[in-house]
């Protein structure tokens, strides 16, 4: 009697995941799908599993739980940058813990994805800083030029766009953060564009395409890392040091 409801439910959590562009980066629940189920096997690489066995020695034996985040990532690169459930089952058995206890963090982190990504996945900055700043109009920019939705990968499987919070760079906002995965998900990197417009996002997305590597920081060309628009108009010399080194002897 139950199977009409469990069947309209699913149905309602894929409509919600089809439209999940105007939600936040992913909404945190799973659907199990062909690629994607608990019935999948999933272990980690013999290589992978020496590395396993380093990264539990950091941690005393009865607190292997506390290596779920650094085993998620290992399995994350494996997987090609993104975390199959029954990755993190396997994490899982691993550290000795309720499956439950692995999908928390693994939910909670928005650097870690649980549905793939394209070979170079977008990540545009959410908070207030790069919002206030234009953040809306760049994430609207990349989608709209790569025909998908947020969390989409793009047909060629380039590209897909996410959202991260807060990454850090609040003085040269807007920005977004690229991973790339161009050359396997093992040894990937986080690489960050920030002071970013719609045109420059689209031009970024471009000289990736074409195997090119933008200058990463910020995209304003009137600047210095964060320094301001044109120069710093203070501090111009060199600081004097303290007349007295010795502090409590002065």
Known sequence: MFAPVVRLASKKLLEIHQASGS?????NYHIDSPDNNPDIPWEFSEANKEKVKEILSHYPSNYK??????????AQQQHGGWLPVSAMNAVAKIVEVAPIRVYEVATFYSMFNQS?????????????????????????????????KRNEVTKDGMFS??????????????????????????????????????????????????GETPPVGTQNPLRIKSGPEGGNTTLLSEPKSPPCRDLDAC
């Not at 939600?23 to 909404?27: I, Q, V």
């Not at 739980?65 to 290992?74: E, K, N, R």
């Not at 070979?119 to 994430?139: D, N, Q």
Request: charge should be negative; hydrophobic fraction near 40%; include cysteine.
């Open 23 to 27: 939600f936040s980066t992913a909404l």
């Open 65 to 74: 739980q506390s290596a779920v985040i650094p085993l998620l990532d290992l």
């Open 116 to 148: 793939k990504v394209g070979k170079y996945h977008l990540l545009v900055c959410g908070t207030a800083p790069c919002m206030i700043r234009g953040s809306r109009e760049i994430e609207e920019a990349l989608l709209k030029h790569l025909g998908v």
């Open 161 to 210: 766009v996410g959202e991260m919070e807060c990454m850090g760079c609040c003085v040269n906002a807007p920005m977004i953060t690229v991973v790339d995965y161009s050359k396997g998900s093992e040894g990937y990197t986080y690489d960050y564009y920030e002071d970013v417009t719609p045109k420059r996002v689209v031009e970024i997305v471009e000289m990736l395409r074409r």
